[in-house]
C-alpha cells in the first residue's frame, strides 16, 4: 500500500517568506509526528497529533512554527518569517496507533537562502 | 523524559564482518526501542522493534538487538555484514512523558562497509 507521502520533496525560499510542509499518512493512521533532521544529527521531536488534536507540541522552536492536521489525515507544517537556521530535511511520520512504529516520509528538504 | 545515546558517530567494518552498534536509553518505565536504517536521500525504515517479551528480537535484513535491562541498552547486531549496509542508524525510545507519548531518537551512528 501507500506509504507516508511529504510534498514537496524539495525547497528553497528566500529569508523571512512563509512556507507550507505537506504530509499525507498512511490511511487509518490515526497518530502523525513531525521531525525535523539537520545534518549529522538524528530526527528532534517537532509535534504529535493523535486524530485532528495536537497532543504535543512541545518540540516547535518557537512561535513561527504552527501544524494543523484539520480532518485527521493530511497534515500541514507552515514556518513564518522564515530564517536561514530553519535550513533542513523535515519529515512526517504515522503510526497505526500510539506505541506502534513510526513509518516516515522520504521528507521535505528545506533551504532558507 | 526518555532519552538516548548512540556513543559511536561512524563504524567502519570490513564485509561478511560481523557488526554491533550501541545504544543507551534512560526512561524511568518500561520503553518501547526500535532501531531505523536510513539510507542516503531516504527516509527512516524500520529494521526492529522490542516492546516485551524475549530481549532478543529478530528485524529485517538478519538484524537482531537484545534489551538488557541492567544496561539500559538495545545494541544492534548483525553476524555478516554486508555492502549494502552502508547506511546512518538510529535508535529511539518510545514512552509516556507528562501523559503524551513521543519517539525520541538518538543522534545515530553512520556504518561504512569495506569491501
Known amino acids: 500500500g501507500a506509504g507516508v507521502s511529504q510534498t514537496p520533496s524539495n525547497k528553497v525560499t528566500e529569508k523571512g517568506k512563509y512556507v507550507e510542509l505537506r504530509c499525507d499518512p498512511i490511511?487509518?493512521?490515526?497518530?502523525l509526528y513531525w521531525y525535523r533532521q539537520s545534518l549529522g544529527q538524528g530526527p528532534e521531536f517537532l509535534i504529535y497529533?493523535?486524530?485532528?488534536?495536537?497532543?504535543?507540541d512541545s518540540g516547535l522552536p518557537n512561535d513561527r512554527f504552527f501544524a494543523v492536521r484539520p480532518e485527521g489525515s493530511v497534515s500541514t507544517l507552515k514556518i513564518q518569517r522564515t530564517e536561514r537556521g530553519d535550513s533542513a530535511v523535515y519529515l512526517c511520520?504515522?503510526?497505526?496507533?500510539?506505541?506502534?512504529?513510526?513509518?516516515f516520509g522520504n521528507g521535505t528538504r528545506l533551504t532558507v537562502t | 523524559a526518555q532519552s538516548v545515546t548512540q556513543p559511536d558517530i561512524h563504524i567502519t567494518v570490513s564485509e561478511g564482518a560481523s557488526l554491533e552498534l550501541r545504544c543507551n536509553y534512560s526512561?524511568?518505565?518500561?520503553?518501547?526501542l526500535f532501531w531505523y536504517v536510513q539510507s542516503p536521500g531516504q527516509g527512516l525504515q524500520l529494521l526492529l522493534k522490542?516492546?516485551?517479551?524475549?530481549?532478543l528480537v529478530q528485524g529485517i535484513k538478519g538484524f537482531e538487538a537484545e534489551f538488557k535491562r541492567s544496561q539500559s541498552s538495545f545494541n544492534l547486531r548483525k553476524p555478516s555484514v554486508h555492502w549494502s549496509d552502508a547506511a546512518e542508524y538510529f535508535c529511539?525510545?518510545?514512552?509516556?512523558?507528562?501523559?503524551?507519548?513521543?519517539?525520541?531518537f538518538g543522534t545515530g551512528t553512520r556504518l561504512k562497509v569495506l569491501a
Open positions: 511520520a504515522s503510526s497505526l496507533a500510539i506505541r506502534s512504529p513510526l513509518h
Open positions: 490511511s487509518g493512521h490515526t497518530a
Open positions: 497529533f493523535q486524530g485532528t488534536g495536537a497532543a504535543d
Open positions: 526512561y524511568g518505565a518500561t520503553p518501547y
Open positions: 522490542y516492546f516485551s517479551g524475549d530481549t
Open positions: 529511539a525510545v518510545g514512552g509516556d512523558t507528562s501523559g503524551t507519548y513521543k519517539y525520541i
